[in-house]
């Protein structure tokens, strides 16, 4: 195929995609609903995109099924005009999954799953291993802001990192070397039904790892691995001592985590020190460092990739640390993708240990009616432990309303002092009149978007 199209070429995840393509000279084109950011970064990189949903949209060079190949996420509904033409006219049309599919069936894939902690974990090990003698590809589900970039290619390396995306069950298309399994809290019970077929999902993902493969499993993990007689599997854990590889000594405070890593066979790192220092990305260091050793790096090439990762965009990202000189109140504003209740608490938790005695003030913008409706107790508790709680109505991405539920169905059971329902239209408003000590946003919507213009509101500049 000399030319591919992708449907939904805006997404984080097939960005990095189009930028793969793009840089091996084929010609890329795409449609997406809206334009951002990174779309004006792909346009600027070749890619030919319209935010248009007409076929007569599409360039006339990707009108021949013997020479493109069109590739779409199934976030694209199917009633999308151009995802029909193609599927109409005879073209070869595959998921994004299937393609990082034949990725991985042609190198060592490092293939990063759960429910949480994939774009941090998968980010750590691209950071670690872009940095050592040897090196990898890695397609993220986030803006490695080291590189400002969610895609690295060394293809001199024979490894390739891939955030393994259970959604849709996506990650059956791939076949990982070594595969790490971070947590199985059940989501996206609008594809899986229930808890067990989701987790009979991971299990069927182990399954693809690959002969003499190495699985990386989160300890305490409800799932049952699957795995080939031929494939290692060892446990990890932040803070359980009984996991192969798990961390001693840990020290929070003062904005630093430290910690020594143990691991099989008498690894032991001393003074590991997460460049994104926060309790939850204890797990995904040890995680990452346990994949990277397996892949060849060194000891002091993981201590030193681990201590240089500024993190992913998104994912526990500081936008404001408080001592900005045009920072007269000392606010801290800090982002996180976190859209399951899971890690909402976990995120919720460790700015509450690194600030100790300051007032956290949170807004979670809910996503999906579905994920509202499933879990909306469990949302309500995580949301508790915040001093202060405000929501703005449901982000649907993909879905329609469903009746009876929205904002207040988490809201009215959040326990907190302080709490309050506020359109996304007015947050800004909000905000500019409000005094706050720290403040969060979290989930996965497009309270991203407002950023600049929050960090504005908070500093007057």
Known sequence: MRNIYFVGAGGIGMANLVRYYLRHGVRVAGYDRTPSELTKHLEREGAELTFEDDAAKIPEAFRNP????????????????????????GFEVIKRAALLGRITRSTDGICVAGSHGKTTTSSMIANILRNSTVGCTAFLG???????????????SRYTVIEADEYDRSFHHLSPF???????????????????HYLEAFSKFTSLIREGGVLLLHSGLKMKPDTKASVTTETYSGSDANADWHAEDIKIGNGKVSFTLIGPEGVRIEGMEPGVPVEINIDNAVAAAAAALHAGATHEEVKRGLADFKGAKRRFETWLDGSEPDNATGTVLIDDYAHSPNEVLASIRSVKKLWQGRKLSVIFQPHLYTRTRDFADEFAAALSEADEVIMPEIYPARELPIEGVSTYSILDKVKSKEKSYCERKDLLGLIKNS???????????????????????????
Do not use: C, W
């Open 66 to 89: 013997t020479t493109t190949l069109v590739v779409y996420t199934p976030a694209v509904p199917d009633s999308n005009k151009i995802l029909s033409y193609f599927r109409e006219g």
């Open 435 to 461: 005094n706050f000590e720290i403040l969060m946003t979290l989930g996965a919507a497009d309270l991203d978007r407002m950023l600049p213009a929050i960090k504005q509101s908070l500093t007057g500049n």
């Open 142 to 156: 986030g803006i490695l802001r080291n590189i400002d970039s969610n895609l690295v290619l060394q293809e001199q």
């Open 178 to 196: 070594i595969a790490i399994i971070t947590s199985t809290d059940p989501d996206h019970l609008d594809i899986y039904g229930d808890e067990v």
